[in-house]
């Protein structure tokens, strides 16, 4: 089992940047395939990006591509979302998560295949 925290929300400014980061637990983190997912007030919760087990490959929605980053560091247990030029639409609540699926799986964007969440960190852009 793995336990997951975030941490780096908080009001900005349209335009600005935050950090978000989520800590992990657990001995096999490496063996996890991690991913960030929102979800604003009314809206369903929406996939924002992934990450490979290794960290070699990223995966992002169209909506943030180009603006957010994300990255690992599996030496630490943790995970990342740079996230550049918000913009009043990326305000919810964020969610990392992690999928246990064998290492021959490969990386998911639907939130259906991640089997451990954390609790969220809040994201508000000011316009």
């Known amino acids: 089992q793995v336990q997951l925290v975030e941490s780096g929300g908080g009001l900005v400014q349209a335009g600005g940047s935050l950090r978000l980061s989520c800590a992990a637990s657990?001995?096999?983190?490496?063996?996890?395939?991690m991913g960030w997912f929102r979800q604003a007030p009314g809206k369903e919760r929406e996939f924002v990006a992934a990450i490979s087990r290794s960290g070699g490959n990223t995966y992002y929605a169209d909506s943030v591509k180009g603006r957010f980053t994300i990255s690992r560091e599996n030496a630490v247990n943790s995970m990342y979302l740079q996230m550049n030029s918000l913009k009043p639409e990326d305000t919810a609540t964020y969610f990392c998560?992690?999928?246990?699926?064998?290492?021959?799986?490969?990386?998911?964007?639907?939130?259906?295949?991640?089997?451990?969440w954390g609790q969220g960190t809040q994201v508000t852009v000011s316009s």
């Open positions: 657990g001995r096999t983190y490496s063996s996890y395939i």
């Open positions: 998560a992690a999928d246990s699926s064998h290492y021959t799986v490969p990386v998911s964007r639907s939130g259906y295949r991640y089997d451990y």
